[in-house]
């Protein structure tokens, strides 16, 4: 199987920064997209940036020009740079990927979450 582990979530005041890392372990045989998602209290999960395995980035509009997504596909792992916060960019942040992994002798593919990181920002 696969796992997604988040990391740099935290409390931070408007204006600051914060660094997410995002790390896939397993039976990893490559990971296409990766992306970023988040979800505040009492509203649905939005999409916060994508990155393919190539580089090509995508991201809403709330975060553009503050957010920055990234990866090291030798580490299998995904960043979001996130300056400038707002209090409205409180929220769980979760770390999605689309990866092939071998079973046994097969390869299969799996949308793959983590678990969630909490960023607060205070104003």
């Known amino acids: 199987q696969v796992h997604l582990v988040e990391s740099g979530g935290g409390l931070v005041q408007a204006g600051g920064s914060l660094r997410l890392s995002c790390a896939a372990s397993g039976s990893i045989v490559s990971i296409n997209t990766m992306g970023w998602y988040r979800q505040a209290p009492g509203k649905q999960r939005e999409l916060v940036a994508t990155i393919t395995r190539g580089g090509s980035t995508n991201s809403a509009d709330s975060v553009k020009g503050r957010f920055t997504i990234s990866r090291d596909n030798a580490k299998n792992t995904v960043y979001l740079q996130m300056n400038s916060l707002k209090p409205e960019d409180t929220a769980v942040y979760y770390c999605?990927?689309?990866?092939?992994?071998?079973?046994?002798?097969?390869?299969?593919?799996?949308?793959?979450w983590g678990q969630g990181t909490l960023v607060t920002v205070s104003s």
């Open positions: 999605n990927a689309g990866v092939t992994y071998r079973d046994y002798v097969v390869s299969r593919y799996l949308e793959v």
